[in-house]
């Protein structure tokens, strides 16, 4: 069932686990994301454009309500032997001469109109379907991955690569990791126009949040920090606000911390793997909204269980679906990729991630059918673990593995209903009904992982 993307979101008052929309009804954010759902992607220059009407038409027949919508800030990089190319950019590509990609070198000054309606365009074609967008506003992972020399030869700033004689790299070091800190009032100065260009062209938009960084190192939190604040302040002088977030600061030996995220001004995070959040999600009381994504947990990674147990932990589970493939080949160290055509119908698409793509789609429509402002997780309810409950009124719980689990129901009065999914086909069965106010030891009618919805009989179930 589609839902209208009404906003902005905010922090739900009652339930910070989760945002609230613009008539106050919590949400629960899940779906994917893709790298070239902004910018054109491949090994041409330009690539091809990507079938974006495509990806929203997958998006939706999965019932998601969720994506992040990339950005990529190197015109050229490569985590392999093959060269790749990123467009459109921010800026006008205006010259005089060529920047070290062969194309002519960018004028920082001047902002390109075209990029900002694809922005526009994009989200607001994502909110017609219900979908939710984190505008990524830069990009870190390919300033310290890529492979020299074109970590920082395809960048933008590099002082070849335009005209107005921005270096963001003084110091001639291999990657231009100056330029995610505050070191470069010059620099900061441009990504600032940028920003506010940004919230110039989509403030008006319900369906948006904002993400400052994919994975730039714990070097760029003052950055990143300054950020959040620069784009709550601007957006006070303008009709709407919106969530801004901030995703774990991968680098390798220069990662963050899941502290810097839960210690930063930004309303919702996205968690690295300390603290379970792979196998055994944490519940931290609402503290920030969390999206906990496999992109900053696995890569790409995640399975079935891993989002029914994020759910019931009170998390927004999002997959980094390989919807446009990243094909691994081979390599002395295991860690060369190339990108291939991306795919465009649902038949083409991974196999192996069908099971994690179900999960996501059952949690958002049991989420639909929960009075998510007053749902909580109550481990100690169900021996399974997993119980996102409405105590008295309404319990779901996830039993990995199945066999049997005991439920406290010590809070209910009168008759509860009792409904089984199997979450791989979907199908449901009845269980009938059981009695409130003690503890019930229930049994799962097939093998496997099972969700067990319990709810006070007459109230509507999944």
Not at 150 to 179: A, K, S, V, Y
Request: charged letters at 25%.
């Amino acid at each position: 069932m589609r839902m209208e993307a009404r906003g902005p979101l905010k922090p739900h008052p009652e339930n910070p686990r989760y945002f609230a929309d613009g008539s106050g009804r919590a949400v629960y954010l899940s779906g994917a994301h893709t790298w070239s759902n902004l910018k054109d992607m491949g090994p041409e220059n330009p690539p091809p454009i990507f079938d974006y009407g495509a990806y929203l038409r997958f998006m939706g027949e999965r019932g998601y309500n969720f994506m992040r919508l990339w950005t990529w800030d190197l015109t050229a990089f490569s985590y392999s032997s093959q060269l790749e190319h990123a467009w459109p950019f921010p800026w006008k590509r205006t010259g005089p001469g060529k920047a070290l990609d062969g194309l002519p070198r960018f004028d920082l000054e001047s902002l390109d109109p075209d990029y900002f309606e694809r922005l526009r365009s994009r989200v607001s074609a994502a909110g017609a379907r219900g979908i939710y967008v984190s505008v990524m506003l830069f990009e870190g992972h390919g300033l310290h991955a890529s492979r020299p020399p074109w970590r920082w030869n395809g960048h933008p700033f590099h002082q070849c690569n335009n005209i107005n004689g921005i270096d963001g790299n003084p110091r001639g070091e291999e990657r231009g990791l100056l330029i995610h800190t505050l070191k470069l009032p010059e620099v900061t100065a441009i990504q600032e126009a940028y920003v506010r260009k940004v919230i110039d062209t989509v403030n008006d938009l319900e369906n948006i949040l904002y993400e400052i960084c994919n994975e730039a190192g714990a070097y760029s939190t003052d950055w990143q920090y300054h950020f959040i604040r620069y784009i709550q302040s601007y957006e006070a002088t303008k009709p709407s606000r919106h969530p801004v977030g901030m995703t774990f600061q991968y680098a390798g030996e220069n990662s963050g911390t899941n502290r810097i995220l839960f210690d930063s001004p930004a309303d919702w995070i996205s968690p690295n793997p300390e603290g379970g959040y792979r196998d055994d999600p944490p519940d931290v009381g609402g503290r920030k909204v969390i999206l906990t994504d496999t992109d900053h947990l696995w890569g790409i990674g995640g399975d079935a269980a891993w989002a029914w147990k994020s759910f019931c932990r009170g998390l927004n589970p999002i997959f980094m679906d390989p919807y446009r493939q990243l094909k691994k080949v081979g390599s002395t160290d295991g860690e060369e990729y190339v990108w291939t055509s991306h795919l465009s119908d649902a038949h083409d698409l991974e196999p192996q991630w069908e099971p994690v793509r179900r999960a996501l789609s059952r949690t958002l429509a049991c989420a639909r059918q929960m009075d998510l402002a007053r749902c909580t997780p109550q481990s100690d309810l169900a021996s399974s673990r997993y119980c996102l409950a409405e105590p008295g009124k309404s319990y779901l719980i996830f039993i990995p593995g199945g066999g049997p689990v005991e439920v406290d129901l010590a809070g209910a009065e009168g008759e509860m209903a009792v409904e089984w999914a199997d979450p791989m086909t979907a199908s449901r069965l009845a269980g009938g009904t059981v009695p409130g106010g003690s503890r019930e030891t229930f049994h799962p009618p097939f093998e496997g992982d099972a969700v067990l919805w319990i709810t006070k009989a007459g109230r509507e179930s999944q």
